[in-house]
């Protein structure tokens, strides 16, 4: 388990462990790699880090990250004690580049899938960016392209009897947003491919 500053992964919070157990334990979309990730180190008291990758016919085609937060006396700005920041970015088709309204439904890719997985939150916040590039000279045989980056960040809603949130389908909810960036059609439902994070790759141990 990933923590920060101080503290060790056995001095982290019962709920904190349950919420990382949460993660561990979601399953994802056949498409998406996930692997542990170096947490921040001056968000929070406690943090832990995944790393998304979606792939398919061996092409990357978008890619992100989520960080749980956790504060055992709570945080004023997120309302609550723990706090899901993602961040997802991906190259858009040229149809989907110009669309006007890309902001608003990209943010909407968002919360359907948060809704879709049940996935209860409050006081979220974000952006939505877009960046074009257009080459010239010797590099005038590429086509342009264009990129969209989403941060975001969300409360977690408590499950009821005091059992935390629910961080297993806020993940499940951020590969769909991935996925939805990088044009795949909406899953149906867990997919004969799909896996938990016991096929989360973690990081190599460091040396003490």
Do not use: N
Request: hydrophobic share 40%; net charge negative.
């Amino acid at each position: 388990m990933a923590a920060v500053h101080e503290h060790s992964a056995d001095e982290a919070p019962f709920s904190f462990r349950r919420a990382v157990d949460g993660l561990r334990a979601a399953r994802v979309r056949a498409e998406v790699r996930i692997e542990e990730a170096a947490a921040p180190r001056r968000l929070a008291a406690y943090a832990y880090a995944l790393e998304a990758t979606v792939l398919a016919d061996g092409e990357e085609l978008a890619d992100g990250r989520l960080v749980l937060l956790h504060e055992p006396e709570g945080h004023d700005a997120w309302h609550g004690e723990f706090r899901v920041v993602t961040l997802t970015r991906a190259e858009l088709e040229p149809e989907m580049a110009g669309d006007p309204l890309l902001p608003e439904v990209s943010w909407s890719w968002l919360t359907g899938a948060l809704a879709a997985h049940g996935a209860g939150y409050h006081d979220p916040s974000g952006t939505v960016s877009r960046a074009s590039s257009h080459h010239f000279g010797a590099l005038a045989d590429r086509r342009d392209d264009t990129q969209i980056e989403i941060r975001a960040s969300w409360t977690p809603s408590e499950r009821p009897g005091g059992a935390g949130p629910d961080t297993a389908a806020h993940l499940a909810a951020f590969c769909d947003l991935l996925c939805a960036c990088a044009g795949l059609p909406p899953s149906e439902g867990p997919e004969p491919g799909a896996r938990g994070i016991t096929g989360v790759l973690p990081l190599p141990k460091r040396r003490s």
